[in-house]
């Protein structure tokens, strides 16, 4: 005589089995597709930045006006120095966007750590000092107020 009761347990066993065996599978493809964003997250940080970059190494008249801006800011004549303010304001946008990334746990914290030192460089510099007494960090409030300048 065959045991309904037997096989009908032997079918929950076997359908709890499976149900373990793809939670287990999406774990794994949930872990994998963290890591997958995070290292994106990563490499477009590293994009916006060589971007924001492109343009002061691009031409030599750009990188005197940089070089010359971080030194003494107030030596630019008055378009040299606009300029200088953009690339400022550039460069402080491209981190403004690493530090939303970093709180929404794309970039871990060492990266977010040395993205953060880079950064301070030109931030703690005369034209950077300049550049935060002109006003335009107002609107870069957030990723400024972790920098304890």
């Known amino acids: ?5 037997a096989i009908g347990a032997i079918g929950e066993i076997g359908g709890a089995v499976a ?3 793809t939670l287990v599978f999406l774990a794994r493809q949930v872990k994998d597709a963290s890591k997958q964003f995070t290292l ?27 070089t010359q801006g971080q030194r003494d800011p107030t030596a630019l004549d ?4 606009e300029i200088f303010l953009l690339f400022m304001t550039r460069l402080i946008s ?12 794309a970039i871990s914290e060492d990266k977010m750590l040395r993205y953060k030192d880079f ?7 005369p034209g950077g000092v300049f550049w935060r007494e002109s006003g335009h960090y107002k609107m ?3 990723g400024l107020e972790l920098m304890d300048l």
């Open 94 to 105: 491209v981190y403004d966007t690493v530090v939303e990334h970093f709180e929404e746990g």
């Open 1 to 5: 005589m065959i045991d309904w009761n």
């Open 140 to 142: 870069h409030a957030k």
């Open 19 to 21: 149900v373990v065996v």
């Open 78 to 81: 008055a378009d040299d120095l």
């Open 40 to 66: 994106a997250s990563a490499a477009e940080a590293n994009d916006l930045y060589s971007n924001a970059w492109w343009p002061i190494y691009q031409s030599p008249e750009n990188l005197r006006i940089w």
């Open 119 to 125: 950064t301070r460089q030109f931030l703690v510099s």
